[in-house]
């Protein structure tokens, strides 16, 4: 079965600090992997996916398949990065929908 | 470029009521996907949708919903009877093609059943 776990409802950080959001995924096959991102009163959009490899807003994610897992992380949080997040896979080919996990609220604090 | 326009953002409806839900996807988008989110939930796959054609609705309840993608206009999602148990927030996304583009997602339209 299809599945994407976020452990942490909620996570607060202070400003500067480290910041890890955990996401563990369950799939049969090669899954595509990303993190959405909701900040206050604007729609969900697109953070960053593992094929591209790249850094957005200083956040990295890396895929490993052994664990299963596809954290975000983040070596100095800012107060702008206070939102939900949410990791998500896709099978490849098919109808691509998207598989969500229940979402991380991030708060960084001053 | 606009983006995904869904309307209304909120919609109450009474038990037993039909509720439409709107989705324009941004230009030149043809691949339409809807989401529903409950209450503390992550959202949720409903159907997937290319002009005039239904391509996967594994996640659509079996009975009063339903979905339509015409050849011209916005995509529809349609609850018909509606329960207190259809209260959420309805996203819709939309994407160019199949092959791995990423989806765009609408603000959602939340959905109150009285």
């Known amino acids: 079965a299809q599945r994407v776990t976020q452990p942490e409802k909620l996570l607060s950080v202070f400003k500067g600090a480290p910041v890890e959001l955990k996401c563990n995924y369950s799939y049969s096959g090669s899954p595509e992997l990303f993190w959405y991102v909701q900040y206050s009163r604007q729609r969900l959009q697109l953070l960053l996916r593992h094929i591209s490899r790249e850094s957005i807003k200083g956040f990295t994610a890396d895929l490993n398949k052994g664990e299963t897992s596809f954290h975000l992380k983040k070596p100095f949080a800012q107060e702008e990065d206070s939102a939900m997040y949410y990791c998500a896979l896709s099978g490849t080919g098919g109808s691509e929908k998207l598989v969500f996990g229940k979402g991380t609220k991030l708060t960084v604090n001053p | 470029n606009a983006g995904v326009m869904q309307n209304p953002r909120h919609l109450v409806r009474r038990r037993g009521q039909e509720a439409r839900l709107r989705c324009s996807p941004m230009k030149g988008h043809s691949h339409v996907y809807w989401y529903r989110q409950l209450p503390e939930e992550g959202l949720k796959f409903m159907v997937y949708?290319?002009?005039?054609?239904?391509?996967?609705e594994s996640g659509m309840p079996k009975e009063r919903f339903s979905a339509e993608f015409p050849k011209e206009g916005p995509s529809i999602l349609r609850i018909q009877q509606v329960v207190r148990g259809d209260s959420a927030a309805y996203f819709c996304?939309?994407?160019?093609?199949?092959?791995?583009?990423?989806?765009?997602f609408g603000p959602g339209t939340r959905l109150l059943v009285l």
């Open positions: 949708l290319q002009k005039e054609n239904i391509i996967d």
């Open positions: 996304a939309s994407s160019p093609s199949l092959t791995g583009e990423t989806q765009y």
